[in-house]
């Protein structure tokens, strides 16, 4: 995964693309994990070299299972919709 890290752009079209992708695997490369000292100070997990990737499981999963208020009050979760 050397590719440059994706834009918003590209984020936003690669979501789009993927919700129509039920049967295969792709990933969008969102580049590499930053502030990879602070997370091993905290968590003692080392990510240095690790890159953040956007699945389209991910992408279909979420607003599935996590995008309506009353799913995420029965989860006792807060969400974008408020506080």
């Known amino acids: 995964m050397n590719e440059a890290p994706a834009s918003r752009e590209d984020i936003r079209a690669f979501a789009e693309a ?3 992708v039920p049967d295969r695997l792709v990933m969008l490369n ?7 000292g ?3 100070l905290k968590t003692g997990f080392d990510l240095l070299g690790f890159h953040r990737i956007l699945d389209n499981y991910g992408v279909r ?3 599935k299972q996590h995008g309506s208020p009353s799913s995420e009050t029965l ?3 807060k ?3 408020g506080p």
């Open 18 to 20: 993927a919700r129509g």
């Open 30 to 36: 969102l580049g590499p994990v930053t502030h990879t």
């Open 75 to 77: 989860r006792k979760k």
């Open 61 to 63: 999963h979420t607003p």
């Open 38 to 40: 602070l997370i091993l």
């Open 79 to 81: 969400g974008p919709w």
